[in-house]
């Protein structure tokens, strides 16, 4: 090749190499890792008297270990901030988890604070600052009124019982290109890299624990406008009172997740009284799922100013509460 032939192809080929990495800098820009993410919880309010005297509000240490075991560390979040502190602290923290329980999703403090968060999470998301939000149990409800801006919850009653999924197909135009193809919840993003044999005992077997008395039916979820074109649903389950309910969802366009059930339990509660799925499966479903949120987690590149502030608004400066005594937790961290 003549100096002038190879001085024209490596012209082109540096060419082509910027116009590629032009193309796609959004891509790029996710590919980033926060090796150190920090995982905001919304505390909730202590209403039973026995747990009065201990503090104002709580977070069961089951979800602080679920957390951390999938190497994240938490910051409790309290309910009685102001607008812009918790601007303050969005921009240091890496995702949120809303809590199971029992509070009123649209007036009480906890709905309230997780509004703020939830607007913040959008906007960001929006802004290419990605921001990953989990709702377990309550917290899948929660993400639900925040969508649709309502309570669709009806009696769905499944009170202390291990139950295995059943995994739906759905019509997920947004992320194919071919229109009318199928997505199943094994190609989520929740359950992408998740075992064939955990995701056929995940069908079977009585992998996940399930304590609550209200949710949002399928019918209610499909007739809803707001919530479908929103979220993939990606499993449904049946009340005690035949009322199918939808038990796994996904954020079609923003990394928001919620289940129904508790993936905490299994590995981090272990009252003899209660159905927590403790076989080994159910251990590696719990595992892959924490996992799982953390790595998005590890997506945002927010942080704190200093490591001092960091230090000090972490969950480590608290000591949890052996609690098995007088409540169905082994563990409470009370603020």
């Known amino acids: 090749m003549s100096q002038t032939g190879f001085l024209t192809y490596l012209c082109l080929f540096i060419a082509c190499c910027v116009g590629y990495s032009e193309a796609f800098p959004s891509k790029l820009s996710q590919e980033a890792v926060n090796d150190r993410p920090v995982i905001g919880v919304l505390t909730q309010i202590v209403s039973d008297d026995v747990m009065k005297p201990f503090g104002r509000t709580y977070i069961p240490a089951s979800y602080v ?145 399930n304590f609550h008395h209200f949710g949002v039916t399928v019918q209610n979820f499909q007739e809803n406008k707001k919530l479908n074109s929103f979220f993939s649903l990606l499993s449904t389950n049946v009340a005690e009172n035949g009322a199918h309910f939808i038990s796994t969802i996904e954020g079609k366009r923003y990394p928001f997740y919620g289940v129904q059930w508790h993936p905490e339990v299994n590995r981090f509660q272990w009252d003899r009284k ?49 609690a098995g005594n007088f409540t169905g937790y082994e563990q409470i961290y009370f603020f």
């Open 65 to 209: 270990k679920y957390l951390e075991s999938g190497g994240s560390r938490v910051m409790p979040i309290r309910l009685t901030l102001t607008t812009a502190e918790y601007e303050n602290i969005f921009k240091k923290i890496n995702g949120l988890l809303f809590i199971g329980g029992a509070v009123d999703l649209e007036t009480s403090d906890f709905a309230r604070v997780a509004k703020i968060f939830y607007r913040l999470a959008l906007m960001a998301n929006d802004a290419g600052d990605f921001f990953p939000i989990w709702g377990t149990c309550m917290g899948l409800q929660l993400l639900t009124v925040l969508v649709a801006g309502e309570s669709l919850l009806t009696d769905t009653l499944a009170e202390n019982v291990a139950l295995p999924l059943n995994l739906t197909t759905e019509n997920c135009m947004n992320r194919i290109t071919t229109l009318g193809v199928s997505i199943e919840a094994h190609s989520s993003r929740m359950f992408e890299g998740f075992p064939d044999k955990l995701m056929t005992a995940l069908t079977q077997e009585p992998l996940t624990g």
């Open 274 to 322: 209660k159905n927590y799925p403790h076989s080994a499966r159910a251990v590696q479903l719990s595992s892959l799922l924490a996992e799982f949120f953390v790595d998005e987690g590890r997506r945002s590149l927010h942080r704190f100013d200093n490591p001092e502030e960091e230090a000090s608004s972490l969950i480590y400066s608290y000591t949890p509460v052996y």
